[in-house]
RNA sequence: GGGCCCGUGGCUUAGCCAGGAUAUAGCACCGGGCUUCUAACCCGGGGGUCGUGGGUUCAACUCCCACCGGGUCCGCCA
């Protein structure tokens, strides 16, 4: 296991402790944070100064003043610049990040976890395609998945299917009543029945006790009715999985909310939140009180008819996952904030493991939000179609010697990692409004800059190779790389796991996209500076080839753990 | 009406939870760079009352209060 920074992070840790104490002080956090002025930076001076009744210029020097350095340390200097101590890496780290970047290759930079981990993610309804608001949940949960295992959690990654709600039934019955389009794929053909039924529904109310019977039927087990049902939601869910797939999303398992019903988990639950004596009737259905929890509200778990609800089926699969891992995590839009509190609240009341969530805002059109039921919004399946059509002109004007299979390849793979990379660089709190125009705009710093400089890295060592100069496995000296680009790019790939660290702990992906995006530019930059291939001294081209393989490492490596192609030429 | 989230240069955005060094980048704009490893690149420049008003603090984009603007939720939908 090799994980730089965070050792870096230990020993200044370490190091700083010892000075601290030396110089006659005590404190618990050193306040260690990143800066513009150096690798590490810390901020103690300022907490021990009242206490000192010095000024923080002035502890900041007697700390520095008592800090001793072991031998080997990846710390090269400590000093203090005004009330910060400056902490900088020494010659030693540079070059433990690249022989360690060369030793591991695609597994750096992670396995520093451990512990099972269930991440629900999408889990959109099956009565329509996805639509550019649900992948930004498919985006966020895949890249977070992806940290997750990086980072060296077992996670098992869940679509949950809505296969017997309120929605369900009416695609069911729209199915009896519109023509199913069989030439269309099968997610679109059925939001397009169920936008009729919607409309017909509208127009006639009474029509909606078909629907309840339907619903009454599916719960008490009815064989025709769970066939009909079933037929809805696999051809739905058939071509959910199929544009998933496109965008490099994939599913362990999609448990449906029926096997909950069926396995009797339901009851059973229902059984256990009644015995906390919580519920009563209202109006006929079961509600739970959570007041205590802070919820104003009650909360229905079952309707006066009977049937259960989302919530109740939703409280026995976290049941279910909580006895299956340690830690839950489920992904959802804004929309779900409310519920998931009270469904944690409930959890909490039984004694049931509760799930963490990572909390999304909206996407919504110009014109407003979007809905299936009204047949306002903008498929993945169109956006994808339009940004490798987009991406494919760019490929073309670039690259037009080469041949099309070639060129197709690159464009969906850049096309991808472009709505990837777009949707998942921003924070998840922060609602947005999706527009065509910026969507297919490819001349930002964005997935494809950062794909371009995996391709360069990879051209600059096929080149190599090619004129034999290149040896993957050949014994290079990495103290011959000093150039300030250089040492800039190595840092950054050390940072990597403390990258990927953060991003664990705080279920925030975007970070990694921001990071992938400055690898990028630093690789650029040194790219633009040093000459590799010219270079005059023959063990530092050796070296620094040796650089460009680890440049292409990281930068694969970030790329995968984003869900991105890396491609070797584009 | 109440709860939660957001409000940072013309546009998009990092930083905010764990307050401290000239507020981060990109797009657009202006200027420079391809006989040299792919210019989907690099270098430089202009542009910001960090929504508004108070407060706490030696120090506030960051914490607290009020207000304004946008989003979202508020029992038998999911």
Redo the contacts with the bound molecule.
């Keep these: 296991m090799i994980i730089l920074f965070l050792n870096f992070i230990q020993q200044v840790t370490s190091v700083l402790n010892d000075a601290v104490r030396s110089a006659g002080f005590e404190v618990n ?1 050193l ?1 260690l ?1 990143p ?4 690798d590490l ?1 810390s ?1 103690v001076a ?2 021990l ?2 206490v000192a009744k010095q000024s ?1 210029k002035d502890v900041a020097d007697r700390i520095a003043s008592e800090v001793v350095i072991p031998e080997g340390s990846y710390i090269g200097k400590v000093e203090a ?4 101590l ?1 902490i900088s890496a020494s010659r030693s780290f540079i070059d433990a990040i690249v022989s360690g970047i060369r030793e591991k290759k695609e597994s750096f930079g992670g396995n520093f976890c451990e512990g099972r981990i269930l991440l629900e993610h999408t ?1 959109a ?1 099956p009565n329509g395609p996805l639509h550019v608001g649900h992948i930004r949940n498919s985006i966020i949960g895949d890249t977070l998945g992806r940290i997750l295992k990086r980072a060296g959690y077992n996670v098992e990654l869940h679509y949950y299917v ?1 296969d ?5 039934a009416i695609v069911s019955w729209a199915l009896e009543h519109f023509e199913f389009d069989e030439s269309s794929k099968p997610d679109h053909a059925i939001a397009d029945v169920y936008i009729k039924a919607n409309a017909e529904l509208e127009t006639h109310p009474e029509k909606v006790a078909e629907i ?1 019977r339907l ?1 009454q039927l599916v719960e008490s087990g009815d064989e025709e009715t769970i066939e009909r049902f079933d037929k809805a939601v696999g051809l739905a869910v058939a071509g959910i999985k199929e544009t998933l797939g496109k965008m490099n999303v994939s599913h362990d398992e999609f448990p449906k ?1 029926s096997s909950f019903i069926r396995s009797g988990d339901v009851s059973r639950i229902v059984d256990e939140i009644k015995a906390t004596g919580r519920t009563e009737i ?4 079961l ?1 739970v009180d959570l007041l205590d929890y802070g919820f ?5 778990i ?4 009977g ?1 259960s ?3 109740t ?1 939703d409280l026995a699969y976290h049941e279910w996952k909580g006895e299956r891992a340690d830690r839950i995590i489920d992904i959802f ?7 998931s509190g009270q469904l944690k609240a409930t959890l909490n009341a039984i004694g049931k493991k509760e799930p963490e969530f990572v ?1 999304f ?2 996407v ?1 059109l110009p014109e ?2 979007m809905s299936t039921r009204r047949g306002k919004f903008i498929s993945a399946d169109e956006l994808f179609d339009q940004v490798k059509v987009r ?1 494919l002109e ?2 073309d ?3 037009p010697e080469m041949p099309d299979d070639f060129k197709k390849q ?2 969906d793979m ?1 096309g991808i990692g ?1 709505v990837r990379y777009d949707i998942v ?3 998840p ?5 999706f527009d065509w125009k ?1 969507a297919l ?6 997935g ?2 950062v ?3 995996h ?2 890295a ?3 060592l ?3 190779k090619d004129e034999g100069l290149w040896d993957s496995e050949a014994i290079i000296a990495p103290s011959l790389l000093v150039e300030d680009t250089e040492i800039a790019l190595i840092k950054k790939m050390g940072m990597f796991d403390n990258v990927l660290d ?1 991003c664990a ?2 279920l ?1 992906p ?2 990694l996209a ?1 990071y992938g ?2 690898l ?2 630093a690789f ?12 005059e001294e023959e063990d530092v081209r050796a070296s ?1 080839l040796a650089l ?1 393989d680890c440049a292409r490492i990281v930068l694969a490596n970030t790329l995968d753990t984003l869900g991105m192609g890396a ?4």
């Design positions: 956090d306040e944070g800066s513009q002025h150096a930076s901020r300022f907490r100064a009242s923080p610049l005004g009330p910060y400056n889990s309804n809505n017997m709600g309120r929605q369900i309840d619903m909310e209202d109006n006929g259905a509600v104003e509200k009650t909360l229905v079952q309707r006066s008819d049937t609800l989302y919530t089926r839009g804004a929309d779900h904030k409310l519920i909390i805002e909206f919504s407003g939000s991406a760019e490929v004007k670039r690259r690159v464009a850049v472009a660089k921003v924070s709190e922060k609602s947005t409004v910026e705009d490819f001349e930002k710093q964005g494809p800059f794909q371009y400089s391709a360069r990879c051209s600059i096929r080149k190599a953060q702990k705080e925030k975007h970070m921001i995006r400055e990028a530019d650029n930059q040194f790219y633009r500076f040093v000459s590799v291939l010219n270079a620094r460009v491609p070797e030429s584009m």
